[in-house]
């Protein structure tokens, strides 16, 4: 079965520094979305992403953090000055068609910033 | 805005127990509802869904009914196994287009199934 496949599996990172989390959707979806979990909360939704554009965003997804589809296959988020409670595992889930398809998530990135 | 709200965790079993995972909503309209997995050192499964009042959604001998009347959309298994031990999520969408992978969860429930 198709997978959404992340990497790396952990990245850890310096404050301050830029950093990028890599995602490769299933190939024929068009719905990209990047959630993150910080440790012993909820899994939050951070973005949506269809038609090579932002879709909807939350709160926590302010100017710090982009996302970019830079070819047929990639799917990335940049968090461009990385800060302590960004820690927090991130997971990409693709989207085949709304209500006809279940949301595909990756296996996620282990962020750490120290 | 959307929220739910899942049982506290953990939940220890032994083997062909049956589970419980209690889930409730809040939410506008006539949300999409949701339980997901997630196995250790893996991602986010869906395990089952239902998309309207009195729908009741299984798979692998878990099954959930959605129940507008009491905003609930609890997790039950008859006899668990080892195998079954991971975290549990429930999950909400009443969004479409787009919008409809925009899910609300719960904090998740961690379940250890014992021989």
């Known amino acids: 079965e198709p997978e959404v496949t992340q990497t790396p599996s952990h990245q850890v990172t310096q404050m301050g520094q830029e950093v990028i989390l890599r995602c490769v959707p299933i190939?024929?979806?068009?719905?990209f979305y990047w959630y993150r979990q910080i440790l012993g909360q909820k899994v939050e939704f951070l973005v949506s992403f269809y038609n090579n554009e932002i879709s909807e965003k939350s709160e926590i997804f302010d100017d710090q953090f982009s996302v970019e589809r830079p070819d047929g296959s990639n799917f990335t988020l940049k968090i461009r000055s990385t800060k302590l409670e960004d820690s927090a595992m991130y997971f990409c889930a693709s989207l085949d068609r709304p209500l006809n398809s279940p949301l595909h998530f990756g296996n996620g990135t282990r962020l750490t910033v120290t | 805005g959307n929220s739910v709200t899942q049982m506290e965790g953990p939940v220890t079993l032994s083997e062909e127990a049956f589970l419980t995972i209690n889930c409730t909503y809040t939410?506008?309209?006539?949300?999409?509802l949701f339980w997901y997995v997630q196995y250790p050192g893996e991602g986010l499964q869906l395990l089952l869904k239902a998309t309207k009042a009195d729908d009741k959604g299984s798979n692998k001998g878990f099954e959930a009914t959605y129940r507008k009347e009491t905003t609930s959309f609890h997790l039950e298994k008859g006899s668990v196994q080892v195998s079954d031990s991971a975290v549990y999520f429930c999950?909400?969408?009443?969004?479409?287009?787009?919008?409809?992978?925009?899910?609300?969860f719960g904090q998740g429930t961690i379940l250890t199934v014992h021989p």
């Open positions: 939410a506008t309209g006539y949300p999409s």
């Open positions: 190939s024929n979806h068009l719905y």
């Open positions: 999950a909400l969408t009443n969004a479409g287009g787009t919008s409809y992978g925009k899910l609300t």
